[in-house]
T-cell receptor, first 112, second 113 residues
Framework: GIQVEQSPPDLILQEGANSTLRCNFS?????LQWFHQNPWGQLINLFY???GTKQNGRLSATTVATERYSLLYISSSQTTDSGVYFC??????????????FGTGTQLKVEL | DVKVTQSSRYLVKRTGEKVFLECVQD?????MFWYRQDPGLGLRLIYF???????EKGDIPEGYSVSREKKERFSLILESASTNQTSMYLC????????????FGNGTRLTVT
């Protein structure tokens, strides 16, 4: 199956700082998603981004599928951005379904 | 909004017990998934289903089975619970084969003693 690696594994920021999280994947993928898991464990979709760039407020994401990576940018970070950020790639299974393979995540802590 | 509901938030079971984790989604999604999350390992796929009565093994199916008798419900079964199955279990659903957004439940933290 596809291997998904994220970096850095841990990140501590001062409030207001910017950051870039990276996701590398080992093979061509049909799609890629970014998720945020808040400190209470809830996973929320951030972006569904097979290629190109999308922006949503202070967050933006870029996927370069031909080079097998995606980046998540967080600008002017806030304490509410703390949590774990996961990327997940979609691959079609032999049985006909599709499945997501997750990276191991980046643990972000934003401090005052 | 899509709602994915897991029957229990916390569960404590004894070694050897048969354990059922239930998941229900309300958006008529074709695909449903069971993941477990462990520190440092991210989310690992146990089983998934893309239609009623259809199932496929994920990356770590050993010790688990699943049931999907109705489109909205996907059950994870631990045939004989063991301590190494202590984990956070997350259910998710998504639309068809196009790989649309995945929606997660709140998770079930299972402790096997």
């Amino acid at each position: 199956g596809i291997q998904v690696e994220q970096s850095p594994p841990d990140l501590i920021l001062q409030e207001g700082a910017n950051s870039t999280l990276r996701c590398n994947f080992s093979d061509s993928v049909n799609n890629l998603q970014w998720f945020h898991q808040n400190p209470w464990g809830q996973l929320i979709n951030l972006f569904y981004i097979p290629s190109g760039t999308k922006q949503n407020g202070r967050l933006s994401a870029t996927t370069v599928a031909t080079e097998r990576y995606s980046l998540l940018y967080i600008s002017s970070s806030q304490t509410t951005d703390s949590g774990v950020y996961f990327c997940a790639v979609i691959e079609y299974s032999q049985g006909g379904g599709n499945k997501l393979t997750f990276g191991t995540g980046t643990q972000l802590k934003v401090e005052l | 909004d899509v709602k994915v509901t897991q029957s229990s938030r916390y569960l404590v079971k004894r070694t050897g017990e048969k354990v059922f984790l239930e998941c229900v989604q309300d958006m008529d999604h074709e695909n449903m998934f069971w993941y477990r999350q462990d520190p440092g390992l991210g989310l690992r796929l146990i089983y998934f289903s893309y239609d009623v009565k259809m199932k496929e093994k994920g990356d770590i199916p050993e010790g688990y089975s699943v049931s999907r008798e109705k489109k909205e419900r996907f059950s994870l079964i631990l045939e004989s619970a063991s301590t190494n199955q202590t984990s956070m279990y997350l259910c998710a659903s998504s639309e068809g084969l196009g790989g649309s957004s995945l929606h997660f439940g709140n998770g079930t933290r299972l402790t096997v003693t």
